[in-house]
């Protein structure tokens, strides 16, 4: 194919504008389209993967698929805590409203081939280099979205839910919907001169 031609003004008017808008930035009940959550999810697939391994899948969750997610998270929390005798209601609840409030939660997953031999580190970068081209996605779309690792993230017994091996990750979630505001969150990054090293001779 012969080389694209891109526009670099844009490239790092997305990369420098993208931001995180997190629940209590979201306006309910005013669902975004699926087909802008495939776009994500087609960008999300053309990310860098070493060998080719495509290590990422994920869940979409909407509709009614957000109350059966929240049901799980907020009963597996209960199980493990009343379990180690620190239940806390608050949390409970907020497991159980805090997923209604988004338009769509995705579930972020790492499938490991084993028979690639690839550092497991490599394979994590492939998936979150796919989450970032995600959240680019949704920035574009003037959306507000970010990426939790919150709840069942690290419980082992989430797995068998998401239907992942052993060898398999949950990486967390990328919680979508519409911005309540019209207002875009300011950026801070410290100079990158204070960060790199430059080696010429």
């Not at 972020?108 to 081209?133: C, F, G, H, S, T």
């Amino acid at each position: 194919m012969e080389r694209p031609e891109f526009n670099i003004e844009e490239v790092n008017k997305i990369i420098r504008g993208r931001r995180s808008m997190f629940v209590a930035q979201f306006k309910e009940n005013d669902p975004v389209e699926d087909s802008v959550i495939q776009e994500m999810l087609e960008n999300a697939n053309w990310a860098p993967t070493h060998k080719l391994t495509e290590p990422w899948s994920f869940t979409v969750f909407s509709g009614e698929g957000l109350k059966k997610f929240a049901d799980f998270q907020a009963n597996l929390y209960k199980q493990r805590a009343e379990k180690n005798g620190n239940f806390i209601e608050a949390t409970f609840q907020k497991f159980l409203e805090n997923p209604l409030k988004a338009s769509h939660i995705i579930a972020i997953k790492m499938n490991r081939d084993l028979r690639a031999n690839l550092p497991v580190m490599e394979e994590i970068a492939a998936v979150a280099m796919a989450v970032q081209n995600m959240y680019l996605t949704a920035s574009a779309h003037g959306l507000a979205a970010y990426w939790g690792t919150g709840g069942p993230t690290f419980w082992p017994e989430a797995k068998e839910w998401f239907e992942l091996g052993e060898e398999d990750m949950l990486m967390g979630f990328f919680y979508v919907a519409k911005p309540a505001t019209d207002r875009w969150p300011e950026g801070r990054r410290k100079p990158i001169a204070e960060k790199v090293q430059w080696v010429r001779g």
